[in-house]
């Protein structure tokens, strides 16, 4: 069982960065691939960035593509996702996923834990 905590998000003006972070228990942290997805208000949770076990391999929804970046630190149990020049239309409850099977898939049912989500804001 992976249990999965999200943190950093809050509010911030268009234009503005966060970083998001998900902390994940267990020492099989490291064989995963990982995501994250964003549920806006009356819309359907969408892919945003995923990386492999290694942090080798990254890749993004053309919507958030030069301007958000996945990393991960498994010695530290932990990926982020940094957010720059940030747009209303980013507004969203962030969750991160792990992928047991690591293949980073763009889809969110090919993930097996997910986190409870962190509420990122952007006024414009």
């Known amino acids: 069982q992976v249990q999965l905590v999200e943190s950093g998000g809050g509010l911030v003006q268009a234009g503005g960065s966060l970083r998001l972070s998900c902390a994940a228990s267990?020492?099989?942290?490291?064989?995963?691939?990982m995501g994250w997805f964003r549920r806006a208000p009356g819309k359907e949770r969408e892919f945003v960035a995923a990386?492999?076990?290694?942090?080798?391999?990254?890749h993004y929804a053309d919507s958030v593509k030069g301007r958000f970046t996945i990393s991960r630190e498994n010695a530290k149990n932990t990926v982020y996702l940094h957010m720059n020049n940030l747009k209303p239309e980013d507004t969203a409850v962030y969750y991160c996923?792990?992928?047991?099977?690591?293949?980073?898939?763009?889809?969110?049912?090919?993930?097996?834990?997910w986190g409870q989500g962190t509420q990122v804001t952007v006024s414009s």
């Open positions: 996923a792990a992928d047991v099977a690591a293949g980073a898939p763009d889809s969110g049912y090919e993930y097996d834990y």
């Open positions: 267990g020492r099989t942290f490291g064989t995963y691939a």
């Open positions: 990386i492999n076990w290694s942090g080798g391999s990254t």
